[in-house]
């Protein structure tokens, strides 16, 4: 079975730094990964795509790596704004499996003015 | 361009009652579909899948049942509520465009079972 860790489970920092946040999986056999975002009572927001054969996926400031080898993918937030405040959940799929996703249970993210 | 619709948006229900929650997807063919459940503080949990009309795999046992009447409708349903089926519930889908099976979700449905 896939297990997906996300760390950490909250984090708050002041506006205008980068962040780094961490997803990890224990299946190493994935088929995707997917970053979303979610606002407090509202539908998930897909970010950024990783397909097993890419190593990272950019859009705006937003950076994902992918490390299947090691089990971790990163999505790092340049310049962070109070705006990207948020729920940020990662989902893998297995080759095995590939219309299946297990979703980490997210990471709080508070940029603080 | 796709949409993906759910309602109803919020649902008050007496412990119960049955439920059905509708999801229907525009702009798309031969979706996967999905059912998820979010507790309160809680990651999320899948439900159900389908790849297609009337096939449906069941992730976890539970009080509630889907079906995929249509290629682009899929129902979440309930015959009696428990307390335990409060949540907000998301919809979402994919297809293989280049392989990607990106995932997109819909607003979700709020369930209080009362």
């Known amino acids: 079975k896939q297990e997906v860790t996300q760390i950490p489970a909250a984090l708050s920092v002041p506006e205008g730094e980068n962040l780094v946040l961490n997803c990890s999986f224990t299946?190493?056999?994935?088929?995707?990964l997917q970053w979303f975002r979610q606002d407090p009572g509202k539908g998930l927001t897909s970010l950024l795509l990783?397909?097993?054969?890419?190593r990272e996926q950019t859009s705006g400031r937003l950076n994902a790596s992918l490390d299947k080898s090691s089990g971790r993918s990163t999505l790092y937030i340049a310049a962070s704004q109070p705006g990207d405040s948020a729920t940020y959940l990662c989902a893998v799929s297995r080759v095995n499996n590939f219309n299946k996703f297990y979703f980490g249970s997210g990471t709080k993210l508070n940029v603080k003015p | 361009s796709q949409t993906i619709h759910q309602w109803p948006a919020t649902l008050v229900q007496p412990v119960g009652s049955p439920l059905s929650l509708e999801c229907t997807v525009e702009?798309?063919?031969?979706?996967?579909l999905y059912w998820y459940r979010q507790a309160a503080g809680r990651g999320l949990q899948l439900l159900f899948y389908?790849?297609?009309?009337?096939?449906i795999s069941s992730e976890v046992p539970q009080n509630l049942s889907a079906s995929r009447p249509q290629d682009r409708q899929f129902i979440l349903s309930s015959k009696k509520l428990l307390l335990s089926d409060s949540g907000f519930y998301l919809c979402?889908?994919?297809?293989?465009?280049?392989?990607?099976?990106?995932?997109?979700f819909g607003p979700g449905t709020r369930l209080t079972v009362t």
């Open positions: 702009g798309t063919s031969n979706p996967n």
């Open positions: 979402a889908w994919s297809v293989g465009y280049a392989g990607s099976y990106e995932q997109y």
């Open positions: 389908s790849v297609g009309i009337g096939q």
């Open positions: 990783i397909q097993s054969s890419q």
């Open positions: 299946d190493s056999a994935i088929y995707n």
